[in-house]
C-alpha cells in the first residue's frame, strides 16, 4: 500500500479556484492509478476524477468536467486537482485514492489506499 496526504483545501468564494495536491510515500507512485472522490455533507462519496499510471488518460465526472483538471509527477509522488468555476456544490471533503485500474472510469473498489482528506467550502 501507498501513503498518501492531501492539502491545498480551504474557504473560497463561488468563481474561484483551489489546487489541491496529494503526496505519497514509497517508491512505487508511478505504478499507481490515481483517483479523486469527494464527499458531500450528508451525502455518498463520489467520484471526482481519475488518471492512469502514466498520466496518459484521464477521467472527469459529467459535474466536473471542464472546469476540473487532474495531473500527476510522478518524479515528486504528487497527484493535482486543479479546481476552476468553483460552485457551492463542489463543497466536499475531498479524498485522494490510489489504486490498481484500468481503462475507464474506475469504481470506488478499484482503489486500495485512501488519504484522510482535504475540507473544500465555496461560499456563494
Known amino acids: 500500500q501507498v501513503q498518501l496526504v492531501e492539502s491545498g483545501g480551504g474557504l473560497v468564494q463561488a468563481g474561484g479556484s483551489l489546487r489541491l495536491s496529494c503526496a505519497a510515500s514509497?517508491?512505487?507512485?508511478?505504478?499507481?492509478?490515481m483517483g479523486w472522490f469527494r464527499q458531500p455533507p450528508g451525502k455518498e462519496r463520489e467520484f471526482v476524477a481519475a488518471i492512469r499510471r502514466s498520466g496518459g488518460s484521464t477521467y472527469y465526472a459529467e459535474s466536473v468536467k471542464g472546469r476540473f483538471t487532474i495531473s500527476r509527477d510522478n518524479a515528486k509522488n504528487t497527484v493535482y486537482l486543479q479546481m476552476n468555476s468553483l460552485k457551492p456544490e463542489d463543497t466536499a471533503v475531498y479524498y485522494c485514492?490510489?489504486?490498481?485500474?484500468?481503462?475507464?472510469?474506475?469504481?470506488?473498489?478499484?482503489?486500495?489506499?485512501w488519504g484522510q482528506g482535504t475540507q473544500v467550502t465555496v461560499s456563494s
Open positions: 485514492a490510489a489504486g490498481n485500474t484500468g481503462w475507464g472510469v474506475p469504481a470506488r473498489s478499484d482503489f486500495g489506499s
Open positions: 514509497g517508491r512505487t507512485f508511478s505504478t499507481y492509478g
